[in-house]
């Protein structure tokens, strides 16, 4: 069984600000994980994700995330919001080896505002 | 690359009505495809897998009659809605995969109202 935590459903920063969305996962075998985006009234985008490769994983739009087996966390961080980065962020996990990409669970989402 | 294009976009129908979704593959070839249905402030819950050529696993909750898929070439699946009801309203999104050892690329998504 797998499942995902996105703590805070909202996130407000400045814009310049760091981002930071706080994603931890459970999972019985070595996990895949990914962030996605969601535009309004649109389909998913894949920012990066994590395959037992390097820990830390660069993905588009600046954006990173620190794979930590001993904290099962997923952080995703950007050093600097910009306005465009507002919408909605959702951490994920499939089954890795077992299950490749199939089997994936989305967190609830966490919306990011970004103050001008 | 590696593009899926979902249609409609948006349906508004009355109840009763069947609703077809159609979600294809535009530059690769999909041996998996995935439905999801999102509700508001909510996430994504995958409703079935269909590979190509058999039929749909659908998830535990999910009345495989009432939500009716077909895989039927590599770059089409379609999602058919029978006799939808106000509560059948939703954001539906496809996403389509080469095969479980490569991600999966979403579709718009579908954004069904049942009047």
């Known amino acids: 069984a797998q499942s995902v935590t996105q703590l805070g459903s909202h996130v407000s920063v400045s814009e310049g600000a760091l981002v930071l969305l706080r994603c931890n996962y459970s999972s019985s075998v070595p996990p895949y994980l990914f962030w996605y985006v969601q535009y309004p009234n649109q389909g998913l985008q894949l920012l990066l994700k994590?395959?037992?490769?390097?820990?830390l994983v660069k993905g588009i739009n600046g954006f990173e995330a620190e794979f930590k087996k001993s904290e099962t966390s997923f952080h995703l961080t950007k050093p600097s919001a910009h306005m465009s980065d507002a919408a909605e962020y959702f951490c994920?996990?499939?089954?890795?080896?077992?299950?490749?990409?199939?089997?994936?669970?989305f967190g609830i989402g966490t919306k990011l505002q970004v103050i001008p | 690359g590696a593009v899926v294009s979902q249609h409609p976009s948006w349906v508004i129908c009355k109840s009763g009505t069947s609703v077809k979704i159609e979600c294809r593959s535009l530059?690769?070839?999909?041996?998996?495809m995935f439905w999801y249905r999102q509700f508001p402030k909510q996430s994504l819950m995958l409703m079935a897998t269909s590979n190509e050529g058999s039929k749909a696993t659908y998830e535990q909750g999910v009345e495989k009659d009432k939500f009716l898929i077909n895989h039927a070439s590599l770059t089409l699946s379609t999602l058919t809605v029978t006799s939808a009801h106000p509560e059948d309203s939703s954001f539906y999104i496809c996403?389509?995969?080469?095969?479980?050892?490569?991600?999966?690329?979403f579709g718009d998504g579908t954004r069904l109202s049942i009047l």
């Open positions: 994590y395959t037992s490769a390097a820990t």
């Open positions: 996403s389509a995969a080469t095969d479980s050892n490569q991600p999966q690329h």
């Open positions: 994920a996990v499939s089954e890795g080896n077992s299950g490749g990409y199939q089997k994936v669970t």
């Open positions: 530059d690769f070839q999909a041996t998996t």
